[in-house]
C-alpha cells in the first residue's frame, strides 16, 4: 500500500464508513442478544409459575434448580436463585407474551429488574419501559424518573393547546409539558429570586434538560429580542428538536399572576416573527410558577391565541441558618464515632458486601 494513502481524505471517508459499519453491528447485536436473553428468562420464569401451580412445589425449587443448573451451564452468569425469583416475578408481572416481544424485551434486563422493584401498578410499569424506549433511558435515569413521579407529571400542565394549535401538534405539546416540574438539585431558600432559580437552573443545565425531558435544546439565556427600538429580553429559550418549535421559558418565583400571559404572548409573537424558521411550528410558551390556582390560569388562557401552558416547580429549600447551628458539624460527628469505636472495641471500616 502506498504510505501516504492512509493520509487521503478518500481512505479517511472509507475508514470512517467501516468504523459506522462496525458500531451499528455491534449495537445490532447487542440488542439481539438482550432480546434473546430477556425471552429466555420470561420462558423460565412462566415454567416455574406454570409447574409450581401444576405440582404444588414451593420455593425451594427455585433454590434447586439454581443448584443444578449453575452445574450444567457455570459459565453462565444469571441462574442464581435470586435471579431465577426475579425471573419468575417478570413472568408473572408480563403474562401476555405480545408486551414482553414488543416492549419490555427491547430493554435490558437490569431495566425490567428495577421496574419490578420500584413499580407496582402495570399500566404505570408499561408507560416506564415506554418511555426507556423512547429516550433511551440508562437504568440511573430509569430510577430517577420513576422515584420523581413522572408518570403522574407528565401532560399535566394546563395549557390552551387544544384550541391554539391543530391535531396532533396539540396532544404533542401537550405531553411535552409536566406538572410540577422536580427542581430538586437545586437548595434555595423559599426567598429567592427569579435571578436566582435562573441562575441555578443555568449552573445545573444537564440536571434541567434531563427533567424538561427528551428533544429539548438549550438556546441560550436572557436571550435579547428588539421591537420597535426597545431591548426585551427572554429568560430561557429552548428549541424542540422533534416538534420542531421555538420553547420560550419564563420563571416566575411566586404565584401565577394573569399579567404573565400577556406578556409571554407578546415574547411568543416576537419570537415567531424575528426568530421562527418558515418550516417551524408555532412557538410555544411555558410560564414556571412556585404555585398558580387553575381557575385563574384558565381564565388568563381562555382567549389567548398563542400557544402556552402553566406548570409550578418544587425546589428543595436549602435549611434555615438557625436550624443549621443546631445540627453537629462533621468534625463533631467523627469525634463522636471514634469515641464509640474506642468504647465498644469495634472497627467501624466498610465490609465489602456481596
Known amino acids: 500500500m502506498n504510505e501516504s494513502l492512509e493520509h487521503t481524505a478518500d481512505y479517511q471517508r472509507l475508514l470512517d464508513d467501516i468504523k459506522t459499519r462496525i458500531r451499528t453491528a455491534q449495537v445490532r447485536a447487542g440488542l439481539a442478544v438482550n432480546r434473546e436473553l430477556v425471552l429466555l428468562y420470561w420462558s423460565i ?110 401532560g399535566k400542565a394546563i395549557s390552551n393547546f387544544e384550541a391554539a394549535l391543530p391535531k396532533p401538534q396539540s396532544d404533542l405539546a401537550q405531553q411535552l409539558l409536566k406538572d410540577p416540574y422536580n427542581f430538586d438539585f437545586l437548595t434555595l431558600d ?31 439565556s436572557q436571550v435579547p429580542l428588539e421591537v420597535g427600538g426597545e431591548d426585551y429580553r427572554l429568560d430561557l429559550l429552548f428549541y424542540h428538536l422533534k416538534l420542531r418549535v421555538f420553547i420560550v421559558a419564563e420563571v416566575k418565583a411566586g404565584p401565577f399572576r394573569p399579567d404573565y400571559v400577556g406578556k409571554m404572548n407578546f415574547y411568543l409573537s416576537a419570537v415567531d416573527d424575528l426568530l421562527r424558521h418558515p418550516n417551524d411550528q408555532p412557538s410555544i410558551g411555558l410560564i414556571l410558577c412556585r404555585s398558580k390556582e387553575g381557575i385563574v390560569v384558565e381564565y388568563a388562557l381562555r382567549d389567548i391565541g398563542k400557544p402556552m401552558g402553566i406548570a409550578e416547580f418544587r425546589l428543595t429549600e436549602s435549611l434555615p441558618d438557625v436550624l443549621k447551628s443546631t445540627l453537629p458539624s462533621i468534625e463533631e460527628l467523627e469525634s463522636e464515632l471514634d469515641a464509640r469505636t474506642q468504647d465498644d472495641g469495634t472497627s467501624h471500616e466498610p465490609s465489602s458486601g456481596t
Open 190 to 220: 423559599k426567598d429567592a429570586r427569579e435571578r436566582d432559580i435562573e441562575r441555578g437552573l443555568l449552573d445545573h443545565l444537564r440536571q434541567f434538560l434531563l427533567e424538561l425531558g427528551s428533544g429539548f435544546a438549550f438556546v441560550g
Open 45 to 154: 420464569g412462566r415454567e416455574i409459575l406454570t409447574r409450581q401451580d401444576r405440582e404444588g412445589w414451593g420455593a425451594k425449587v427455585i433454590d434447586s434448580l439454581a443448584r443444578d443448573l449453575h452445574q450444567s451451564f457455570p459459565e453462565m452468569k444469571g441462574l442464581s436463585p435470586r435471579n431465577l425469583k426475579y425471573m419468575r416475578a417478570f413472568a408473572e408481572a408480563w403474562p401476555e407474551e405480545p408486551i414482553v416481544q414488543q416492549v419490555v424485551a427491547q430493554i435490558p434486563w437490569g431495566h425490567n429488574v428495577r421496574l419490578l422493584d420500584y413499580v407496582k401498578s402495570s399500566e404505570e410499569r408499561l408507560w416506564y419501559a415506554q418511555q426507556t424506549i423512547a429516550n433511551g433511558w440508562s437504568r440511573n435515569v430509569l430510577i430517577l424518573q420513576i422515584e420523581s413521579g413522572l408518570h403522574r407529571r407528565q
